[in-house]
């Protein structure tokens, strides 16, 4: 089992940025995929990217490509989130997770809320 946590949520403007980080400990990741979901007041929860731990290879919502970069330390075991032009609909808690590769996700963080102000 991987275990997760989560910081640098926080209160942020409009067009403001937050960084995200995600601490990984348990197990080797290098067969893994790593990622960040978000989930808003009486909204599903929805995904927001990924990356392949070894490889880096990385995938975005199209609702947040452009403006959010996630990164990985392999020497820190840590997922970082650069979320930059934050908008008021980014305003969710933000859950990393972690799965290997070719299953689902099946170890998730205790999140961290983000929200932004208008």
């Known amino acids: 089992q991987v275990q997760l946590v989560e910081s640098g949520g926080g209160l942020v403007q409009a067009g403001g940025s937050l960084r995200l980080s995600c601490a990984a400990s348990?197990?080797?990741?290098?067969?893994?995929?790593m990622g960040w979901f978000r989930q808003a007041p009486g909204k599903e929860r929805e995904f927001v990217a990924a990356i392949r731990w070894y490889e880096g290879n990385t995938y975005y919502a199209d609702s947040v490509k452009g403006r959010f970069t996630i990164s990985r330390d392999n020497a820190k075991n840590t997922m970082y989130l650069q979320m930059n032009s934050l908008k008021p609909e980014d305003t969710a808690v933000y859950y990393c997770?972690?799965?290997?590769?070719?299953?689902?996700?099946?170890?998730w963080g205790q999140g961290t809320q983000v929200t932004v102000s208008s």
């Open positions: 997770a972690a799965g290997p590769y070719g299953s689902e996700y099946d170890s």
């Open positions: 348990g197990r080797t990741f290098s067969t893994y995929r």
